[in-house]
């Protein structure tokens, strides 16, 4: 009886491979020749429309997934708006990580379609005043506070009605009161009307303050040394010498802020320092503040303004109260009578408060 060798058992001889392959053939070709006839007919095979399924899934993106993968580019295209974030480090990264947080948050059960609408309103509100936080630098944040501290001190001061005393009287009933305030002393307050609707003041006085030189007498310059933000400016300005020379040259570096309540416009300021600003060799630096002028339609006659001007100045140096006092109520009054006469000088384009 011969041996076989473990070669001989474990590989099978070639008519028998052959048998084999023979018997595989037609179970090879018939899966093929099915698929050409279906082919022919217009219809897929079973096999080959799983196939197509799977890459159509593969290849598609829910509503729910295109809705996150949107909300999350809107975060970043936001946020890559300001310059300053364009350039941060790890921005990509950061990208990365915000459209995986919210692929995953719904996946486990997001919002609806109509309720994302109303939480990207909330979000692009919210990223908005967070990212216009991170463009101020903690002095100019220092500025913007300054100034809406001035504001709210000055309001304080006229909506107090006690302890005012008339100090010039108009025949058109144009009007000038003081009263001595605790920690600021005296202060003036003109009270007129104009016949010209709040928005025309405004921009006279705030969009066009550079220009009052032009038609204030009292006035020799202002200028605007920074603009922060929408509401808030740092001016410097250089006022004329009084009549006779009573008082002699002075300058004001003041922050100033302009709000609107409703139909009020607001403008306000105080002094405060400035660096690029140091004082002018011959010309004292007087101190402002707080001041502010209120603005709001006339009752009865929303085409005319009633304009409130609170004066508080330091002017320095060696002064007579005396003078003092005549010399500021008596700039209120001029400053009503230029205003007038450049309002109705000049045409009155439109502009918004």
């Not at 100090?167 to 009933?173: H, K, V």
């Not at 040259?249 to 709000?259: I, M, Q």
Request: aromatic share 4%; net charge positive.
């Amino acid at each position: 009886m011969a041996l076989l060798s473990l070669d001989d058992e474990a590989q099978p001889s070639a008519g028998a491979f052959k048998t084999q392959n023979t018997r595989l053939q037609p179970q090879l070709q018939e899966p093929e020749a099915d698929l050409d006839r279906l082919r022919k007919s217009g219809r897929s095979h079973p096999q080959e429309q799983r196939r197509q399924q799977q890459q159509q899934q593969h290849h598609s993106i829910c509503p729910r997934c295109q809705e996150t993968m949107l909300l999350a580019t809107f975060k970043l295209c936001a946020g890559s708006s300001y310059r300053h974030v364009r350039n941060m480090k790890g921005l990509r990264h950061q990208a990365v990580l915000a459209i995986g947080q919210e692929l995953n948050r719904m996946a486990l059960g997001g919002p609806t379609p109509s309720g994302w609408i109303n939480q990207v309103r909330r979000q692009s509100s919210l990223l908005g005043s967070r990212l216009e936080d991170t463009l101020y630098s903690d002095q100019e944040l220092a500025y913007i506070q300054q100034g809406e501290e001035a504001m709210q001190k000055a309001l304080g001061i006229l909506s107090n009605q006690e302890g005012w005393k008339k100090e010039n009287q108009q025949a058109n009933g144009d009007k000038v009161l003081s009263k001595v305030v605790p920690d600021v002393g005296k202060v003036f307050r003109l009270e007129v009307v104009v016949d010209q609707p709040v928005e025309r003041l405004y921009e006279e006085l705030v969009e066009h303050m550079e220009a009052m030189g032009e038609w204030n007498p009292n006035v020799k310059e202002i200028k605007v040394l920074q603009k922060i933000g929408k509401d808030t400016v740092i001016t410097h300005e250089l006022a004329a010498e009084s009549a006779g020379n009573l008082v002699g040259p002075r300058d004001f570096v003041s922050v100033r802020c302009a709000k609107r309540r409703g139909s009020t416009c607001v403008l306000a300021g105080m002094a405060t320092h400035f660096g690029e600003m140091p004082e002018q060799k011959g010309v004292i630096r007087a101190e402002q503040g707080p001041t502010c002028m209120v603005l709001r339609p006339l009752d009865g006659s929303p085409s005319k303004t009633k304009l409130t001007w609170l004066l508080s100045i330091d002017l320095k140096g060696w002064l007579p109260k005396t003078i003092i006092n005549q010399v500021l109520s008596q700039t209120q009054v001029d400053f009503a009578n230029h205003l007038r006469k450049r309002l109705e000088s000049s045409p009155a384009p439109e502009a918004r408060c």
